[in-house]
């Protein structure tokens, strides 16, 4: 009788530090999700408006890390933001694209859009290894400034093994600098000596994001929006031939040092299912909406998760060459765009 007694106390005691354990596991997604709300919130005021909540929130995170700490009783949940959240992000994130439209209306287009993605990723690497910078750190700003930003960052991470700290770096970096080109594109706007349209069209072939292409297109009116957006949704497009691409690359960097090698991207065949949902389903626009600021909200979730492993002083340290050499490919992207659409227009 005493060892029955023994053994249920032990099970009592098991199902309590279980059901601890979930309330954990919960408590830490809805911190990032708090979290993001905030982000959301902040994201919505006057100034900080340009920055978005994505960076908002990752700010937030950054500077609760540095400040007080990493809430280690809840970390579970915190990390299952930071990868499976992000997994589902991406996969609503596919409703944004508009296969169809990118095909048939998009040729030319997605032929600027394959230059933009192998200029920024070979200008990046190569600045990388001119300045010693962290090349896995690089390979993600490059690939962010080619694709489409904090988004594409995070489709191709858990592709490229690449840590926490280097996922939220990069993110937070492509956010900042994608605002500070798209200000700048705004300003410079009435002096360039460009048609409406091909400032459209040069906005979504060379800014980082899709919130930067509407902020510094939206001013020139709807029509122009439309085709920078439609030229940004073509490297959105080319995200997923670039995604089997880095697959196929890790699954051969494995086989050759034999200690590493890629799942396949399970998460990037629903954002292909997606994309096919939203662009043949007769979806209506206001639910398309509502899911497009789902995706925001968890990837900024997701962000919060990545942002909490983030230390200053490494920021300082490793982060600063790739920033430049970032920066850099994006003034070469910029203008090699810009020369390539005054020689030969649409």
């Known amino acids: 009788m005493w060892y029955q007694a023994k053994v249920d106390l032990s099970f009592q005691e098991a199902l309590v530090i279980d059901q601890e354990r979930r309330n954990r596991f919960i408590l830490g997604i809805l911190f990032t999700m708090v979290v993001a709300g905030s982000g959301t919130w902040l994201a919505a005021l006057p100034g900080i408006n340009r920055i978005g909540a994505m960076l908002s929130a990752i700010l937030i995170a950054v500077i609760y890390r540095n400040v007080i700490g990493y809430p280690e009783s809840i970390r579970e949940g915190i990390q299952f933001s930071a990868r499976y959240l992000m997994r589902f992000a991406i996969i609503l994130y ?3 694209l508009n296969i169809d439209m990118v095909i048939n209306k998009g040729g030319m287009l997605l032929v600027y859009d394959a230059m933009t993605i192998v200029i920024a990723i070979t200008t990046t690497m190569l600045l990388a290894k001119l300045f010693k910078a962290d090349l896995n750190l690089s390979l993600l700003l490059g690939i962010g400034t080619g694709v489409c930003g904090a988004a594409a960052i ?32 705004t300003f410079l706007m009435p002096f360039l000596p460009m048609s409406a349209v091909q400032y459209g069209i040069w906005s979504g072939v060379s800014l980082h994001e899709i919130a930067h292409v509407a902020a510094a297109a939206m001013p020139a009116g709807q029509d122009v ?26 699954k051969r960097k494995g086989e050759g040092e034999g200690n590493q090698s890629a799942p396949f991207p399970w998460f990037l065949a629903g954002f292909i299912m997606t994309s096919l949902m939203g662009t043949y389903l ?3 626009d206001y ?8 995706s925001t909200f968890l990837l900024a979730a997701a962000m919060v998760g990545l942002g909490l492993n983030v230390h200053l002083s490494s920021l300082r340290t490793r982060a600063m060459r790739p920033l430049l050499a970032m920066i850099i490919a994006s003034i070469v992207v910029s203008t090699v765009s810009f020369f390539t659409l005054m020689w030969f227009s649409l």
């Open 154 to 185: 995070a489709a191709v991470s858990p592709i490229l093994k690449a840590n926490d700290e280097d996922t939220a770096i990069s993110a937070g970096i492509i956010a900042l600098i994608g605002t500070v080109f798209a200000l700048t594109y």
């Open 225 to 250: 929006l439309a085709m920078g957006l439609l030229a940004k949704l073509g490297r959105v497009f080319l995200l997923i031939p670039l995604s089997l691409i880095l697959s196929f690359w890790m």
């Open 287 to 294: 639910v398309l909406n509502d899911i497009s600021k789902a």
């Open 282 to 284: 007769p979806i209506p």
């Open 94 to 96: 596919g409703f944004k």
